[in-house]
Structure formats: C-alpha cells, structure tokens
C-alpha cells in the first residue's frame, strides 16, 4: 500500500469535465490496489487568469513541485485569445514545462482497433501503427532568445537554438525508449538548410555510439511530414525539438483517427507532466458530452512514467479497450450502430472495468 | 509569334532526363502556337559543384536574370551531403531563389482523377482536392541572421526573422490568388508562442482590409497539420512562412497521392523559377524509368504565370490528362491493368496529345 500526492489542473473548457472522470477511474485504482492518492487542485491557464490575473503563479509551481506528478486538463479559450503574449494561457503551460524541466514530451499514436475506420486513411496504411514522438520540449524556438520586435516594429523575430547538453538529453532519452521497443529511432531536422539541425543531427549521431542494438535514420521535416501520410508504420520512435515535433506529433495523431483518445507524458524533469493532446474545445464545454477517454489514457501514462506502475497502468489501458469493444461511445466516435454515451457515463463504465 | 528565352536547370539526379521530357513538349507546343524558345542550360547543385567547385556561380545568376524564365530540374544527391553548409547542392537552389528575389512559392496540390487510388486516403476524403500553398520562400529562418555556432561549439542558432514588407508583400499575393479561386484564405502560423508569428498575422489582417471579399481564417501551424489529414478539402489557398510552407505543402502533396506529378513555381522576382516538388531520386538516375509528369506541369506552371501564355499552359495540363485517360502510366504509379511505359515514351506521348 502506497501514497501518492498528485497535483490536479482542470484548466478550461472541457478540461473539468474531462479531468473528473480521471479521477473517479483513479479511485476505483486505489481500491484495487490498495494505494491512497491525495488531491492538491491548482489553475494554470486561463482559470489562473481570472483569478490571479495571470496564466501562472509562483504558488502554483510550488505546489506542483511538491507531489508526485501532475494530471493535466487542458488550457485555452477564445475569451483570451487577445491577451498579451505573457499574458495568455498557452503561455502558462510553456511556462509550467519550464519550471518542472519536463524537456521530454511523449506522444504514442496508437490506433484503436475498434475505431480504425474513423481515420481519413485507409485501413491497411494505418492498421497497427504504434509510433511515439519524443519531442524536445523546453528548447528550441519556443523558449530561443533573442525573441520579440524591433523598436519601429516593422521586424519580429524568434530564436531556434539548440545546446549540447538539450540535444544529448533528449538523444538519450529517445535511445532509452526505442530499446525497449522495436529499436528503431528516426531522427528529424532540416539540417540541409539550417545550422541549428545540422548540430542536432551531429550530436544525435554521437549519442548513437552507446546504442548500437538501436537502428538509427535521419530525415528532413518536410519528407518526414509526406512519409507520415505515406507510410506511417515504418515509424517506431520518432525523436525531434520543439516545433518540429509539436507539428509532427499533430500530424500523426490525426492519422489514426483517434485524436479524441491519445495522451502525452511530460517527463524528464522533477514532476511529470500528463495531459490528453487534444484542446479545450470550448465549443462543446460544459455540455457533457466530451470524450474522457484521451484524459484517462493520460492517466495511465502518469501511472506509468510517473509513478512507475506499470500494472496499474495497464489496468487502466485494458479498462478503456473493454469498454471500446463493449461498444459505447461518446458522440465524437459513435457511428450508428454504436451504444451513445455522456462524458459521466463513460467515466462510470471505464471506472467499473477497472 | 513570339520569341522567348528560357534558362534551363537539368541538375542531378533524374534531372537531366526529365527535363529533357519537358523540352520535347516544349517545343510541340512552340510549333503548334507559332512560338519560338531559346534555351540557355545552366548548371545550379551537384552539377555545378562538380564543373565549378560551388553549387552556384555569379555567371549562373546573371544568365538567368537574362531570360524570361528558368525551367528547373532536381538539386541534390549522396555524392555531396557531407559538403559543408555553404557548399550543398541546397545552398545553390536556395542562393538562385535568393538571387531571383523569387519571394512566392506556390505549390497546387491537385488530385489526378485517374490517380486517387494510389493516395493513401479514402477516395471521398481526397477526391477533388483543389488547394495551393503559398509558401514565403526568401525569408524567415531559411536567411535569418544571426545563425551558426557559438565558438565554443557548444550552441547552434538560426533567426526566425519577418519584415513588415516581407509579410505584406506575400499576403498580397496570396489574397490576390485567392480572388481567382473560392475566395478563401487560410493564414497558417504559430502566433500562441511565436512574436514573429503574432506579427505575421496582423499584418495579414492588415492587407485583408483591402480584399473584403476573400474570407479569411487563421490557423496555427499543429492544427493546419492536422486538418490537412481530417479533412483538405476544406482548402482553398493557404499561405505561410518559408519553414512552414516547406513542411505543410510536402504533407499536402502526399496527401493526393500524385506527388511524382506536382509542380510548383516560384514567382514574385525578376525571373520565375519552374520545378517538380519532387527530388532529384538518385535511386532511379539514369535507369530511364522516372516519371516526367511533375516536370512537365512545372512546364505548364512556367507559361501560365513566367510567360502569361494561359492557352498554352493549358494545353500542356490537357495533354497530360489525356495520357493519364488514355491509361499510360511510368512505373511508380503504375497497377497492374495500365499500359507501362518509360521516361520517354511518356513524354513522346505527351508531346503528342498537344
Ligand atoms: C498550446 C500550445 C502552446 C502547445 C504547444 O505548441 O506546445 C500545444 O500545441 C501542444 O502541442 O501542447
Ligand atoms: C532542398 C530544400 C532546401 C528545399 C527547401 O526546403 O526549400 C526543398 O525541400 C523544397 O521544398 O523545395
């Protein structure tokens, strides 16, 4: 019997609602395994703004920083869309990444055997695709200096900038991951055209020299973008910086048709980072009928990466394919012949499967 | 009768032998419209690397800016991927874009009807697919300064840079472009974490003051990718940054599944630069067996908007459709009930149909 301290952010939009169900299927985890986890709620994002006036506290950190790892809503909306660069709520999940050095972002995309017709690709293209991107995520040109614009404002600019030490940590961390999976590691950059990717590129190749078992590629971000709609299953792990990856990693959820349904790991730093990698939809917010099931996988990362347990985790994975080939269905992923059900109902049924 | 001078870029690769495909075609269309064409061949990539030393010569540029267009084959291979930066076959295309001051890049990605099935997307997905990227193509992290490495290697770099001029200048382009079609403008940039991207789009907004009756939307870059896949067709043009446009137009042309038949061209300087959007594909040099037909609509780009021949230009793309029709196929898009046929047959027969 264990405790864990988790820190729990709702955030906006569907984020509540979503974020509720994960923690009802987390409780029916700690019965069945005889763990207790305690709940400190905090705001990032556009609920921070309202009521702290700004996308992140220092407070908010601190808390954070002091459990065991943070299960993640979602933030955004278009009541603060027009905000001030440091002011809008993107800018408090940048800097909540930062302040937990969660410079590793995992995103599987795995394909649901039971909804591999939702995809816009053919069945045979996508059909057991099990890739990950492991994007760098608290470098590159997100967090490059200088940024900003000239005095007379006719000019803006940002930095896409790379240290040895940021290339090498993350080479690793893919290296690591890739053994334990069918070793093969693609590397992407632009390194025919910029000096930035060709030092990814060079460092990459030197980590690679401790990981021989691992079979190592390299390709531009463009090709990688066309071999992604092409032929997604020659892909194992996918490992890249900060932008590339976060248009990359979009771009190979979408091709499974289950954008509803995946999570993604923030790792590497003191706390882990789990969130589902689709929005707040503040279209649907507050209506209940919101998939649950990408905050639930999220969930099963942080049981897996961020408190290493495993089974645990997989309980989770199995509870989510139970229900999918019980045949319900929230109304993003339900065709006809579907059994339709609410965000709450959906929570309940995963939560019972456990 | 009209006489023109067009520049001429076999290149690397399947280069050479495409090109040729396109010249024959050329010239059908010289002798059936009464025109005359003078070429002058110039070398810009490996080739020149090989005869010059650099990828690029003054005397290369100067020849160019003499003609009225430039017909471009393929830049690139093996042979030299280890040269420094500076010395790449890429650093001679980009110099020439540079040089030409060929600021637009524009990038149809069309479905050929007789070709839906080779995409590996559901027919109803892509069928009548019509969008355009326009891509900046001489500015942003492409040439922004500063760039390199710190001294003690430690650190790479590259600016991502926009000048208010830069960004009106395409935008104008792009709205005007879209004027022609369905009147609908997507702006794709990062502007939730980027300045120059937050720049990018209100100057945009700025310049769609004066085209009220183009709609325009925004679109951050993660997302474009994504609904690229759920659902192009909901394109009419795009338009976006060097880097950007560079990844999003791959991923759009490989969504049609006829990515060995686009062209693209780029326009906007003193000369405008014609070529496939495909590579210079050294597996297949010199075996006779590539396809020519993104060569040739690069020829059909290449009197539409370098020489305002639009009976011309259209010529050439119903000439192609007519061999598409009439079931001839090289091999990378042949199955097995069409009539197979080489590099230059296709073209003979192309040159034909005019
Ligand atoms: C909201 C935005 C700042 C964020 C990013 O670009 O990192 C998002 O797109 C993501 O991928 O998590
Ligand atoms: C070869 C390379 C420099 C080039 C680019 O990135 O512009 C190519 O990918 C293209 O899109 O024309």
């Excluded at 890249?240 to 999570?263: H, P, Y």
Aim: proline share 4%; glycine share 8%.
């Amino acid at each position: 019997m264990s405790k864990f301290v988790i820190s729990v952010m709702e955030g906006d939009g569907i984020g509540p609602e979503i974020v509720k169900e994960g923690i009802k299927v987390l409780e029916e985890v700690a019965k069945k395994f005889n763990h207790t986890f305690e709940y400190k709620y905090v705001d990032v994002g556009g609920c921070s703004i309202d009521k702290f006036g700004v996308p992140l506290t220092q407070e908010t950190i601190d808390t954070i920083l002091s459990t065991d790892a943070l299960f993640f809503g979602s933030v955004g909306g278009p009541k603060w869309e027009n905000l001030p660069h440091h002011l809008k709520p993107e800018a408090g999940l940048l800097g909540i990444r930062k302040a937990l050095g969660a410079f590793a972002n995992l995103r599987p995309a795995k394909v649901f055997n039971e909804l591999v017709d939702a995809s816009t690709l053919k069945r045979e293209v996508i059909e057991g695709i099990d890739l990950i991107v492991v994007r760098e995520l608290t470098g590159g040109i997100y967090f490059g200096e200088p940024r900003g614009f000239s005095q007379d404002r006719k000019k803006a600019f940002n930095t896409m900038v790379y240290t040895d030490e940021e290339v090498r940590r993350i080479a690793k961390l893919a290296f690591e991951i890739a053994r334990q999976r069918r070793k093969k590691l693609t590397s992407v950059d632009k390194a025919n055209v910029l000096e930035v990717s060709q030092f990814w590129r060079d460092i990459v190749i030197d980590v690679s020299k401790d990981y021989p078992d691992v079979e190592l590629n390299h390709m531009y971000v463009d090709n990688a973008a066309m071999q992604l709609v092409r032929n997604p299953k020659q892909f194992d792990v996918i490992v890249t910086g900060n932008i590339f990856g976060d248009i990359l990693s979009d771009e190979a959820s979408m091709l499974t048709g289950s954008i509803g349904m995946l999570a993604s790991a923030s790792v590497g730093g003191k706390v882990g980072l789990f969130e589902p990698i689709h929005g707040s939809a503040p279209d649907i917010a507050g209506l209940g009928i919101a998939n649950p099931i990408a905050q639930i996988e999220s969930l099963a990362m942080l049981l897996k990466y961020g408190l290493k347990l495993d089974k645990e985790a997989k309980c989770v994975e199995d509870a989510v394919s139970l229900v999918l080939k019980m045949g319900y269905r929230t109304p993003d992923i339900a065709t006809n012949s579907d059994k339709k059900v609410n965000t709450a109902q959906m929570g309940d049924l995963i939560a019972k499967a456990i």
